[in-house]
């Protein structure tokens, strides 16, 4: 009667504090430059070193440039993070993914990608969507910088056990609607704290038939929903995907992973703390409207008039509107857009980049937009132009840039200026999470394609090759 995420937790307990939290053994940590260097400062005090070197792994991500990567950062604050993560790495030994290494890109798409993500693992990172990894099947979730540096000391971590979510997504997904579409119409659903305290699986009949990059998307997304974090069981498209991957097993270890690998799944009577299921027939190709990723809507529906059900005026709401410059009961298609964003963790894989290039294909992009498309590495960069879609869209007026965090959030050179509206594949839209001043659309790379070659909002179900 146990639940997948009981069964991997119950796995990795070290021991039980009394009335406390539950001593957890991590199996991998991923560090980036912005969350890691008072963990090391920390170590360095204490006088420690890393107690399993192995089991973690380091890169840049959030600071990089994502043009003349092998020229010195410019940005003095930037430049500092990346130097730091370097030598840190380098002074307690530690693998390390630098700038303009084959293996560098943002460490939420390099893990799963190299194979350093695992079924049946502990993933930590100092970072919120750390829950991307759960995609393959592990248990991920992100921590604070005193945590990374309690996992860097003893390879375990002090937590409080989840409540286990199971979000059944049944049905058939209409034309033109993608995971991303799945997670922001579910964060509208349960809004950004309905998951608060759970854990979620997620499964039914559309997740199964997810690919690999569309299970990634929507476990990067759990957070959003106030989640602890978010997976999918393991399965033939989780086998496929990870085998042949530079750190997964190999020969008669890969056989033995997989016979293992099968086994973590729900018990068919496991019992979870909050079961919801959703129809794929209401989904349809989504856009947020808002100041948080709650707050979207369907691309043919309008604003909602944020009115309680007792009539009172939402005063969040009403600032979230005047911020964004929308009304209520305003439709959003035809909409002026300013810039297009396609990358980060949510939807910098290879599939985004084929999704953006099989709308843009044969077309323009529209002149008074500027678009940065941006890898989620140099894995999926080089992928690019092996299938020629750096091609396709060099002809439609793109260009692809270096690998890296870019305009999701704004601590590099990527920023949106105040007052433009930007259409973004991202995974926020806060006030200034891409600028100061800066107005956010979260939407799949299907609706930013179309966007970038109208200059406006628009389905992408009428641009559909």
């Known amino acids: 009667m146990n639940t997948l995420f009981d069964k991997i937790w119950d796995k990795h307990v070290v021991q039980v504090v009394d009335d406390g939290p539950t001593q957890l053994y991590i199996d991998r940590l991923y560090c980036h430059e912005v969350t890691s260097p008072q963990a090391f400062t920390g170590m360095r005090k204490r006088g420690l070193r890393c107690f399993r070197p192995e089991q973690i792994v380091c890169m840049p991500d959030h600071n990089t440039p994502t043009h003349d990567q092998d020229k010195p950062i410019v940005d003095p604050v930037s430049k500092k993070q990346v130097d730091t993560l370097e030598k840190n790495a380098k002074d307690f030994g530690l693998t390390y993914f630098g700038m303009m290494s084959p293996d560098n890109g943002i460490i ?146 890969w056989e033995k992973a997989v016979a293992e690998w099968r086994q973590l799944r729900s018990d068919d009577d496991a019992v979870f703390d909050k079961e919801l299921t959703f129809d794929a027939a209401d989904i349809e190709p989504r856009i947020t409207y808002g100041t948080n990723p709650g707050m979207g809507i369907g691309i043919t529906e309008c604003v909602p008039m944020g009115v309680s059900a007792d009539g009172e005026a939402d005063k969040g709401f009403a600032k979230a509107l005047a911020y964004m410059g929308f009304r209520p009961g305003q439709s959003l298609i035809g909409e002026k857009v300013d810039y297009v964003f396609l990358g980060a963790c949510t939807n910098g894989r290879i599939e985004d980049f084929r999704a953006f290039a099989s709308v843009v294909r044969g077309r323009k992009k529209a002149p008074e937009v500027t678009a940065w498309l941006v890898p989620g590495s140099w894995a999926v960069e080089r992928q690019i132009r092996e299938e020629g879609l750096d091609v396709v869209l060099r002809d439609s007026g793109f260009e692809i840039r270096q690998p890296g965090c870019s305009a999701c959030l704004a601590m590099n050179d990527d920023k949106i200026p105040a007052g433009k509206l930007c259409v973004s594949t991202s995974n926020r839209n806060f006030e200034g999470r891409q600028g100061p001043g800066a107005r956010t659309i979260l939407a799949s790379p299907l609706v930013a394609a179309a966007a970038a070659v109208t200059g406006v909002i628009t389905d992408p179900r009428e641009w559909d090759n």
């Open 108 to 253: 939420h798409v390099v893990g799963p990608e190299k194979g350093l993500s695992l079924p049946g693992m502990t993933i930590v990172c100092g970072d919120s969507h750390t829950s991307t990894h759960g995609a393959v099947g592990a248990v991920a979730f992100g921590i604070g910088t005193s945590e990374v540096e309690m996992v860097m000391a003893s390879q375990c971590i002090l937590q409080q056990k989840p409540k286990s979510m199971r979000i059944n997504i049944n049905g058939t997904l209409q034309k033109c609607v993608t995971a991303k579409d799945v997670a922001l119409y579910l964060m509208a659903q349960l809004t950004t704290s309905g998951a608060t305290g759970y854990f979620v699986e997620y499964a039914g009949e559309v997740v199964r038939n997810m690919s690999m990059e569309g299970r990634l998307t929507l476990c990067n997304l759990s957070i959003e929903m106030g989640a602890r974090g978010g997976f999918v069981a393991p399965d033939e498209v989780t086998f496929e995907y990870l085998k042949g991957r530079e750190y997964a097993p190999v020969g008669d270890d």
